[in-house]
């Protein structure tokens, strides 16, 4: 038996009217801090900001958080993600999940930081994620990004 993949429309303040399927949604069941609420999210990349990407909620389409893989900037970035993570994400496969980091963009700051302590985890197979907070790491909630690693366009537009 065939199953027919039905798209949904969505107009987004910030992107204007996108298409995707049910299998684009990805689950945050624990929400996120600051959005406990939103808990259906895409992940958008636009061309002109390469290698940023954007993760946007479908239960308030005003909110849009930049991401980026925090190894295109940091290469000797090393998290070691806590044991309830890996189980409560079936982090088994490593090509199964991926590591993204917030990008903080401060209204009339024009360097941007990136949260290095609290990676968002997004397992694609099982289509669900959660941020993580690397408890004890060196990391920080703010690593100024460097300019070179700037993103084209604006993300804060």
Known sequence: M???IVPHQVVLPRFGEATYADDDVIEFPWGLPGFADHRRFLVLAL???APYLWLQSLDDPKVALPIVDPWQIFADYRPAL???ARVALDL???ADFAIYCVVVCTAGAEDLTINLLA???INHKARRARQVMLEGSPYSVRQPIPRSAAPKEALHS
Do not use: A, H, K, W
């Open 119 to 121: 990676p968002v985890v």
């Open 92 to 94: 088994v496969n490593p």
């Open 2 to 4: 065939r199953t027919t």
């Open 47 to 49: 061309d002109e900001q």
């Open 82 to 84: 806590p044991y309830y």
